[in-house]
């Protein structure tokens, strides 16, 4: 099993900054993918970005150029800097890993709320 904890959510102002993180525990071997997803209300969740074991990096067009993906390897850690947020930002952000399977892990979801 892998454990995922998120934090760093919150309330913020049209054109400001949060960062949030993932902290991974458990059996962590063989991840080979870890992503940020959202969900607002009424929509599907969907993919925010993504990176993979080697690095490499995907965005969705609506958050490429203002949001950045990260992981410090040595602390299990993942990020999420989001830049000139929008209120169309607002949503539940889920972090996520996956193992080859695939095996399919999610943390709690943390609130994002940007305010106009």
């Known amino acids: 099993q892998v454990q995922l904890v998120e934090s760093g959510g919150g309330l913020v102002k049209y054109g400001g900054s949060l960062r949030l993180s993932c902290a991974a525990s458990?059996?962590?071997?063989?991840?080979?993918?870890r992503g940020w997803y959202r969900q607002a209300p009424g929509k599907q969740r969907e993919l925010v970005a993504a990176?993979?074991?080697?690095?490499?990096?995907n965005y969705a067009d609506s958050v490429r150029g203002r949001f950045t993906i990260s992981r410090d390897t040595a602390e299990n850690t993942f990020y999420l800097q989001m830049d000139s947020l929008k209120p169309e930002d607002t949503a539940v952000y889920y972090c996520n890993a996956m193992k080859p399977g695939p095996l399919v892990y999610w943390g709690q979801g943390t609130q994002v709320t940007v305010s106009s």
């Open positions: 990176i993979t074991r080697d690095g490499r990096t």
């Open positions: 458990g059996r962590i071997f063989s991840i080979h993918a």
